[in-house]
């Protein structure tokens, strides 16, 4: 289905208001998409829907070309580098170190007391067995 309508998602393609827009739906473009999707009803307020949508998702099309303020920039550019130095640091991180954080992780006491009942105590009392029992036969 070709109609005038096709650039109109493209940021770049010169803005139309909705009148334009509806202007440009045609009735046998309603009658296609009222089969294609089952829609129901009158020929003016679908076509003034669908110029509606198109003209909202064209705003939001060029909104979103827009470039970013120059201290959101300095900021995101500061994160980006403290995230890349913190991915340095944990491939850094030795071998060593690595298994006795993942021991940290798996068997440390709950860290939530508000969240402290009896399954969790089982479920931490099973994992610390799994893990003296996995060191014993090694």
Not at 76 to 86: F, V
Request: proline share 5%; with cysteine.
């Amino acid at each position: 289905m070709h109609t005038p309508l096709a650039r109109s998602n493209e940021a770049d393609y010169p803005r139309k208001d909705i009148w334009e827009l509806q202007a440009k739906i045609t009735p046998d473009l309603v009658m296609e998409m009222c089969e294609q999707f089952g829609m129901v009803g009158c020929y003016e307020k679908i076509s003034l829907g669908i110029a509606k949508t198109l003209w909202r998702y064209q705003s939001a099309a060029l909104h979103a070309l827009e470039q970013t303020p120059p201290a959101q920039t300095k900021e995101l550019s500061q994160l980006k580098k403290a995230i890349e130095r913190a991915l340095g640091a944990f491939e850094a991180i030795t071998a060593e170190n690595k298994s006795q954080i993942d021991h940290e992780i798996m068997y440390r006491d709950p860290f939530n007391p508000k969240f402290f009942f009896k399954e969790q105590l089982d479920y931490w009392g099973k994992k610390r067995e799994l893990y003296t029992n996995r060191h014993k036969q090694t």
